[in-house]
């Protein structure tokens, strides 16, 4: 009886990694599908992006696809800017610790738009990227 009750919470603790495991697996799956859409994306736990022409969405990731979707135009962007722990970031000289986000100052009077990001070097390449899309066109 005492070893039953020493297995017992290691049974929960799988019974909620393989919950969690299946809820993550349902999460990539949905943006799979909504990705097929665009021509550049992103997944993370935080956020997904999408990139098709000049048009980028993002929104939050859940099982049953991205929610709280925005759409806003390139051409609409002045400036996109690394931010980590919510002071701008020098792309030459990353600081790989410390909570990321890709901030977009639009032309006209709008606030701006923080797409948060995991990984410090990825939301950098897509900073890098994003800035030669909105250079394109001015």
């Known amino acids: 009886m005492e070893r039953g009750l020493l297995w017992l919470p290691l049974l929960g603790i799988f019974c909620w990694l393989a919950w969690s495991g299946w809820n993550e697996y349902r999460k990539i799956e949905a943006y799979r ?17 999408g990139q098709k022409d000049r048009d980028l969405t993002w929104g939050q990731p859940t099982r049953s ?18 931010l980590i722990n919510q002071e701008l970031a020098n792309l030459d000289n990353l600081d790989l610790n410390g909570s990321v986000a890709i901030e977009f100052k639009f032309l006209e009077d709008r606030n701006s738009i923080c ?8 939301a950098a390449e897509w900073v890098k990227y994003l800035r030669q899309e909105v250079s394109k066109y001015r």
Do not use: M
């Not at 599908?33 to 992006?49: L, R």
């Not at 696809?65 to 690394?82: H, K, R």
């Open 33 to 49: 599908v909504w990705a097929e859409a665009y021509e550049k994306t992103k997944y993370d736990i935080y956020s997904v992006v």
């Open 115 to 122: 797409i948060p990001f995991t990984q410090v070097s990825l």
């Open 65 to 82: 696809g991205p929610v709280n979707l925005q759409t806003f135009c390139l051409d609409e962007i002045e400036a996109v800017n690394l």
